[in-house]
């Protein structure tokens, strides 16, 4: 990619107020704050880093032969924690809310794929456009990862939803001819069932009692609603990110209701790479004393908002690119007249340390733990398929069973093995669960993914991936497209966004109405 082409790429999509504000100028509460916490000579004893600042006297120190650093970003944290000690009389754990939605609450026990049971849910869900006479214009939209239902703007909550431009009169998802409908995913928090939820047995949050949960499950989840609403058949299930897997697994699971697919920075299965950095943001979450003491029974203490900002970080360094920070930060640090600091010094250090702050308190860490781990096991290769159809088989009798009794309590009882990890030529397969550590070759495993794809030989699907996404290769949404062809279908739109277009990685499905609107409304036609 030449220089001026990736600057031309770039800038197609950057908001204009990004690109007007000086750096400089725009974190000078930032640089005020450093300016501040910077002063040399002001020491404060390790130990007293627990302590809330704003409550502790600084004792006297002895002389050092250099001045203490500070370390702002600590006493940030600290000072969200004094904040949030005071916050209520019940407890400080924030409530999670994106606004005024509907409600579906199904009090039909469900079971999810890998045995576990609700006694009922709800799912939060929107809607624009209009449902037609025969209710054959509906479109299902899947979220990612951490959104909840509020896609666009409603009347009862006019804030913008994530994809505001993408949804409305003419927009790619245009409302004149659709009626576009948006769930909060079962295991969320704004307002579907998931760990923050209170369960009906304990009459407390479930917490980590909450059931290991599928894309699968919340799929189902989803079409209880749709068989609610009287919805048969969808117009399309479009999605993107872990949006784009739910996108293909409903097709899957219900070949006959789904008669378009949109799956935008998604995959077929779960890469390894993608798997380890969401490892690393649970474990920095789950590191958090306030999670780790409490085991994730954090609701009626202090959340692990520390956590929380952390694992912000690390996502959001899977969510966009290298090449988009080279141009758009570089090198440049927040105050160059100020001697680096062991807190945010970069711009890009403050742009992540940002992009935590604002979210570590939006978002039920308990809910990012079960979505993320529901992510990692996507598989929708044939053998991985079966062996969760044959544990819903033998578990679908324990299901009244389940409701009444007390749960057995090996339900999570994975132990490392005692024999150490050995190099096998392919270990690829070992995920699924469903082979032993004798795996199949690549070749097999495409066969695996060609069969159990097989659903869908006949759905018109539009596949578009991201050069510039690390988290979702685009070498992902091509084995999707590939692996479609070989089943026999002959309407793939494939579409790769090249550098050249966006280096905004994987958030480009978030900030690129032209490049992945166009596309998804050229599709649907
Ligand atoms: C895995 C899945 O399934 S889905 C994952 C999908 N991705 C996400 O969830 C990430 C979500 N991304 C966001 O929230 C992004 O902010 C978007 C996509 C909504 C908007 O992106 P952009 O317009 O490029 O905003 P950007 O990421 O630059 O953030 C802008 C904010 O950072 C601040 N900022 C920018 N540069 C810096 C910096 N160097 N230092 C400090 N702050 C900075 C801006 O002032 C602005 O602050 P504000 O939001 O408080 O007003």
């Known amino acids: 990619m030449s220089f001026s082409k990736g600057i031309a790429g770039l800038l197609q999509t950057v908001p204009k107020a990004a690109r007007r504000t000086n750096p400089r100028t725009r974190f000078a509460p930032l640089q005020q704050q450093t300016r501040r916490s910077l002063q040399h000579g002001t020491r404060r004893p390790a130990q007293a880093a627990a302590v809330p600042a704003a409550e502790e006297a600084i004792p006297d120190v002895p002389q050092s032969s250099n001045p203490q650093l500070a370390f702002p970003c600590l006493d940030n944290a600290e000072q969200r924690t004094q904040r949030l000690s005071k916050r209520s009389m019940s407890g400080p754990e924030p409530s999670y809310t994106s606004g005024a939605h509907e409600t579906f609450h199904s009090s039909e026990p469900f079971l999810l794929d890998w045995g576990g049971a609700l006694p009922g849910f709800d799912v939060a869900y929107e809607t624009w456009g209009t449902l037609n006479a025969d209710k054959s214009n509906a479109i299902l939209l899947h979220t990612g990862l951490s959104a909840s239902s509020h896609a666009h703007s409603t009347e009862a909550n006019p804030k913008p939803g ?305 050069a510039s996404d690390i988290l979702f290769p685009a070498f992902q949404q091509r084995e999707i497209a590939e692996t479609l062809r070989k089943v026999g279908n002959r309407r793939i739109t494939h579409v790769e966004l090249g550098e050249d277009r966006s280096l905004f990685g994987h958030d480009t499905f978030l900030l690129d109405l032209e490049g992945v609107g166009g596309e998804i409304r050229r599709f649907l036609g």
Not at 163 to 186: M, Q
Not at 266 to 290: F, K, V
Request: net charge negative; glycine share 8%; hydrophobic share 35%.
């Open 162 to 466: 994530w994809w505001e431009k993408f949804i409305g009169p003419g927009a790619p998802l245009d409302t004149d001819k659709y009626f576009v409908i948006c769930t909060n995913v079962l295991g969320g928090c704004y307002g579907s069932t998931g760990p923050s939820s209170v369960d009906p047995v304990s009459k407390q949050p479930y917490a980590t009692s909450f059931p290991i949960l599928t894309m699968e499950d919340m799929v189902r989840a989803q079409f209880r609603l749709l068989d609610s609403m009287g919805i048969d058949k969808l117009y399309a299930s479009v999605g993107s990110s872990m949006g784009g897997m739910q996108s293909l697994a409903a097709g899957v699971l219900y070949k006959d209701r789904v008669p378009r697919i949109v799956s935008v920075s998604g995959c077929a299965r779960s890469h390894p790479y993608s798997i380890a950095m969401r490892h690393t943001q649970r474990q920095a979450l789950m590191a958090d004393p306030n999670w780790t003491n409490t085991r994730g029974n954090y609701y009626a203490s202090m959340p692990p908002h520390s956590g929380m900002k952390l694992a912000r970080q690390i996502a959001t360094v899977t969510y966009r690119s290298g090449p988009e920070w080279e141009k758009r930060f570089g090198r440049q640090r927040a105050d160059a007249t100020k001697p680096p600091a062991l807190c945010p010094d970069f711009l890009i250090e403050t742009y992540l340390d940002h992009a935590g702050e604002k979210w570590c308190l939006e978002y039920d860490a308990n809910s990012l733990l079960y979505i993320s781990k529901a992510m990692d096991i996507f598989d929708l290769g044939k053998d991985h398929q079966d062996a969760m159809a044959q544990r819903r088989g033998e578990n679908a009798g324990k299901l009244q069973e389940a409701m009444t009794q007390q749960p057995s309590q090996d339900a999570c009882n994975l132990t490392l093995p005692e024999k150490p990890y050995e190099e096998t030529e392919s270990s690829a397969d070992i995920m699924s669960g469903a082979k032993t550590s004798s795996a199949a070759s690549v070749a097999e495993l495409s066969e695996d993914l060609i069969k159990g794809m097989a659903p869908l030989r006949d759905t018109p699907t539009l596949v578009l991936g991201v």
